[in-house]
């Protein structure tokens, strides 16, 4: 501090950004309130410290002690990305996965601030990056980004980096059950009639006729189709088999004459893969190439298979809000609940049996034919004898 006789210095140079406040410290003034960087005597310091802190301070936001200890919002992201990467390349994580978690630790960093303390993040901090994670999203993708926000706390944690989780706050909630619901029923019916599918298969080249098909028959959504091999298509017996990527489940689906048929045609035309280890992708474009959405680090690609079969919804002009690609699986998965067998539909669709069901579902090691084929023959039945 000063006292009344002590004359304000100058500043040190034209366009020093502080001012010498009657204090007897160098200030600023930043989103309205004055804030003090060093005493008159240490202008350098005072400068060192404003760049420092000035990140934080002109979000609103309370820097880092200068002499505090732990770890940094960029740290923890930063392991946590190496271990997703390490998923990565043990094929544990798809490139899609592993981008929207970088995804997210972007967001962290820009909003939360590179170099923050990992112990100083507050429940306004976590309010502010649940707006950001919200924005042109609706409540499902909010609640995974969330949830992939705190899966780097998570890590950070069990890894011994920090001692205890953040305190995130009541706002950074993830959206209700009510809020999902309440969102998919405005979005829309994700549901094809048996006239609208028929109308696709009749008006489909060849390769979206064979997707179509693998959509309602055995509830494939777009990745299935793209990542799907000969290794697993029996056209002799009629039968695709094998463990669904996402969840490790085993599939098991009866193929119609019609799927046969459109799947012979696409493998009798199909095109040389580009890559090598394309070789055995049932689906590929007339270059050679996959229909697999094109991921890099940093980037989620459109998913080409969603775009023709949006193009083609627009062309017999049902392009209304809810229906895409998946729209087939939600279908099967409707009409194969007239009959009363779960662990068969489990099976054709490749999902994971629930907390309740887990323990009788290991014990269950097949399924018998008949039980699959009585869902596909049912489904079969309303699309083309309804």
């Known amino acids: 501090m000063s006292d009344s006789t002590t004359p304000k210095p100058e500043k040190p140079y034209e366009g020093f950004p502080l001012y010498a406040h009657a204090s007897g410290r160098w200030a600023k003034k930043i989103r309205g309130k004055t804030f003090f960087f060093g005493p008159w005597s240490d202008p350098d310091a005072a400068l060192e ?5 000035y990140p934080y301070l002109s979000q609103g936001k309370r820097p880092p002690e200068p002499d505090a200890d732990g770890p940094t919002v960029a740290t923890v992201c930063n392991e946590h990305l190496e271990h997703q990467d390490a998923l ?40 502010a990056l ?9 409540p499902v993708t909010l609640r995974n980004r969330i949830g992939r926000v705190k899966a780097v706390f998570n890590y950070a944690h069990k890894q011994g980096r920090i001692g205890s989780l953040p305190r995130y706050g009541a706002q950074f909630d993830p959206p209700t059950a009510k809020q999902i619901r309440l969102a998919r029923a405005d979005a829309g019916e994700k549901y094809l009639d048996a006239k609208q599918i028929r109308a696709l298969l009749a008006d489909a080249n060849p390769i979206m006729k064979a997707m179509i098909l693998l959509g309602i028959n055995c509830g494939f959504n777009a990745r299935d189709c793209s990542l799907l091999t000969d290794d697993y298509v029996d056209l002799g017996g009629s ?29 009798d035309n199909r095109p040389k893969a580009n890559a090598p280890a394309d070789a055995k992708r049932v689906f590929l474009n007339r270059r050679g190439g996959t229909y697999e ?28 809000t809810g229906l895409n690609f998946g729209s ?3 279908t099967h998965r409707t009409e194969a609940d007239a009959i009363q067998d779960p662990q068969a539909k489990r099976r054709i669709m490749g ?19 008949e039980r699959l084929t009585a869902i596909t023959d049912r489904i079969h039945d309303w699309l083309f004898n309804e």
């Open 328 to 330: 087939l699986r939600h």
């Open 130 to 138: 649940r707006k950001r994670l919200a924005d042109g999203v609706g």
């Open 293 to 320: 959405r094109k991921s890099s680090r940093g980037k989620v690609g459109s998913c080409p298979i969603c775009c023709m079969f949006n193009r083609l919804l627009t062309k017999l002009d049902m392009n209304r």
């Open 49 to 53: 410290r404003l760049n420092r802190e």
């Open 239 to 267: 039968w695709i088999s094998y463990r669904r990527e996402k969840t490790g489940e085993r599939r098991d689906c009866p193929l119609w004459p019609e799927t046969v048929d459109a799947l012979r045609a696409v493998l």
């Open 351 to 369: 999902h994971t049996a629930g907390t309740g069901e887990a323990v009788e579902s290991g014990y269950i090691e097949r399924i018998h034919p």
């Open 88 to 127: 990565l390349l043990e094929k544990q994580r798809s490139v899609e996965t592993f981008n929207e978690h970088l995804a997210a630790a972007k967001a962290m960093t820009a909003t939360l601030g590179r170099d923050r303390l990992v112990d100083d993040l507050r429940p306004e901090d976590f309010a």
